[in-house]
T-cell receptor, first 113, second 112 residues
């Protein structure tokens, strides 16, 4: 285990549903990230939180809404998604200010029907 | 525009041979480069980091080189094993900025 836990592992939702993805890290890191991974594409950075503050939003549609209540937890709230939003959503954490690796969770495989 | 290129075709290699993967980049000035392994349906797992002033790094059967003139990194798996079959991602990073930029990954299939 990497120390980063994501739930659920799989999610199927309709386009009118509202759901949330959860990420928890037990590594004491101060930076957390959401990435989207679609087939045949590189990982796309969606959101970055440093010390619970959002520092980056890479032009992500408003139907994705992140929340970081503390430095150990990160949520991604989903509503009125489109089928093209189906992908693997990965959470990661690292120590901001240091050169080091990112620790990834196992991901949530999201299917929008 | 910025690009990180990894071979889109899977590398099929006989067990025991050395697998070599390439990561080329344009319009980046990375301070370091990382390699990750990703298995199907799972998150990437960190393998190695090499800084801009380092030419080579080794870890067990893995070796990474970094040539900032050629803007290229090579990733070698020596004495490859079927368990090494996975997708390998390169990622670039800059000092003071933990935003990693990833390549698409290159799949390796080790044939017993």
């Amino acid at each position: 285990e990497t120390g980063v836990t994501q739930t659920p592992r799989h999610l199927v939702m309709g386009m009118t549903n509202k759901k949330s993805l959860k990420c928890e890290q037990h590594l004491g890191h101060n930076a957390m990230y959401w990435y989207k991974q679609s087939a045949k594409k590189p990982l796309e950075l969606m959101f970055v939180y440093n010390f619970k503050e959002q520092t980056e939003n890479n032009s992500v549609p408003s139907r994705f809404s992140p929340e970081c209540p503390n430095s150990s937890h990160l949520f991604l709230h989903l509503h009125t998604l489109q089928p093209e939003d189906s992908a693997l959503y990965l959470c990661a954490s690292s120590q901001e200010g240091e050169v080091g690796e990112a620790f990834f969770g196992q991901g949530t495989r999201l299917t929008v029907v | 525009s910025q690009k990180i290129e990894q071979n889109s075709e899977a590398l099929n290699i006989q067990e025991g041979k050395t697998a070599t993967l390439t990561c080329n980049y344009t319009n980046y000035s990375p301070a370091y480069l990382q390699w990750y392994r990703q298995d199907p349906g799972r998150g990437p797992v960190f393998l190695l980091l090499i800084r801009e002033n380092e030419k080579e790094k080794r870890k067990e059967r893995l070796k990474v080189t970094f040539d900032t003139t050629l803007k290229q990194s090579l990733f070698h798996i020596t004495a490859s094993q079927p368990a090494d079959s996975a997708t390998y991602l390169c990622a670039l990073g800059e000092y003071g900025n933990n935003r990693l930029a990833f390549g698409k990954g290159n799949q390796v299939v080790v044939i017993p």
